[in-house]
């Protein structure tokens, strides 16, 4: 069976286009395979404006994701699998849907097995200003206290 991963992501993107809303991605960075400009991953993840206006030649496809878009002046194409996609949402209101993260597929990891032992999780930001905290997109959120010097877990920000 195909996964349906694909198709509700571009039900989502044609939801939040067709309310007049920006949608945005949430990218596992270190998922094998994803190409995006390392220069803006922060905690392994990129969120990606995906708004008609901000990209190009998009294509989404059942099995790859790809457009063209521009970071600091440069155009870029970027491509990774729909496995990689965290979260798509809505800038405005932050609605919208996240994906639990896809375990990593072993013959693509090419020894990068200790690198990538801790998949990214989706936890809550709280938006001070925001009259649509309810809204927020959220997963479970680790438990255990953080070590000194620890690296911090990857969140879903509501970006105004």
């Not at 993840?45 to 708004?51: E, R, S, W």
């Not at 457009?67 to 965290?86: Q, S």
């Not at 930001?125 to 690296?151: E, F, I, Y």
Request: aromatic share 8%; hydrophobic share 40%.
């Amino acid at each position: 069976m195909i996964s349906n991963k694909p198709y509700i992501i571009r039900a989502m993107y044609d939801w939040i286009v067709d309310s007049g809303w920006t949608p945005h991605l949430q990218v596992d960075a270190n998922y094998p395979g994803v190409n995006v400009p390392q220069k803006f991953v922060q905690d392994g993840v990129i969120v990606l404006n995906m708004a008609p206006t901000a990209i190009v030649a998009l294509s989404m496809d059942n099995a790859w994701f790809t457009f063209n878009a521009r970071f600091g002046g440069v155009e870029t194409t970027l491509g990774f699998p729909p496995e990689a996609v965290l979260a798509i949402f809505a800038r405005e209101n932050g609605q919208g849907m996240p994906f639990p993260p896809e375990p990593y597929p072993e013959a693509l990891l090419d020894g990068k097995e200790e690198r990538l032992k801790e998949e990214p999780t989706l936890s809550a930001v709280a938006d001070s200003g925001s009259k649509q905290k309810k809204n927020a997109v959220a997963s479970k959120a680790s438990d255990t206290p953080k070590k000194k010097g620890a690296k911090k877990k990857p969140t879903l920000t509501v970006v105004k």
